[in-house]
């Protein structure tokens, strides 16, 4: 355990009992959980106050746990140019819940929580331009989230008659075929008349 670390920690969640909900080590970072209608005012006292001064936000992102009962993490990652130190927040929200938009902290949280909205439905609120940003316009789901089917629901395609991108739902080519061979990995046990691996029958067949 990083003993500079530690004392950054133990520093913060003096500083900001309320905010604070945990601190630990993780991959020789700091790792601080935040409630979640306090995360403005950490994310704000950890770029200004001076032994912290985590001034760039170098990343925003959800993380999925649809087993849990605050589904969503919103993690963000911030970096002090000053003291060479990274820091690692995690504020935990279900669906419908409002996440405080960190935009008025950091202006490059805007896409980043436009991105977390569209692929997860994590909402922000006070947000300057709350939009999809990756997704088609009329896009349905949010397909990072774990319970999202892998074909999606819908589909887009030139269409050579009308001259344009239509957009349909998911058609497969063909159903699903259940095969009986086992894993090429664990290897096969079925056995084939007109196998020319077999040398018994390499000068029968020549």
């Known amino acids: ?67 849990r009962e605050n589904r969503f993490d919103v993690v963000y990652n911030l970096l002090s140019v000053r003291h060479n130190q990274r820091v690692r927040v995690k504020v935990y929200c279900d ?16 896409w980043y929580e436009r991105e977390a909205y569209d692929l997860y439905g994590i909402l922000f609120c006070d947000h300057p331009d709350m939009r999809r940003l990756l997704t088609d316009y009329g896009f349905e789901g949010h397909p990072l989230r774990k319970d999202f089917p892998l074909t999606g629901h819908f589909q887009v395609r030139y269409d050579e008659a009308q001259k344009r991108v239509v957009r349909e739902p998911v ?36």
């Open 1 to 67: 355990m990083d003993q500079g670390l530690q004392e950054l920690g133990e520093f913060i969640q003096v500083s900001m009992p309320e905010a604070v909900l945990g601190v630990t080590q993780e991959h020789e970072e700091l790792m601080l959980v935040c409630a979640l209608d306090k995360c403005i005012n950490l994310l704000t006292f950890l770029r200004d106050d001076s032994n912290c001064l985590f001034k760039i936000l170098s990343d925003l992102c959800g993380v999925d746990y649809p087993e």
């Open 95 to 110: 669906e419908g819940d409002l996440v405080p938009s960190a935009t008025a902290v950091y202006s490059a949280a805007s």
């Open 171 to 206: 058609k497969l080519a063909q159903a699903f075929r259940s095969f009986d061979f086992s894993s090429p990995w664990e290897g096969s046990n079925n056995t084939f008349t007109n196998d020319y691996k077999n040398h018994d029958n390499i000068e029968e067949d020549i």
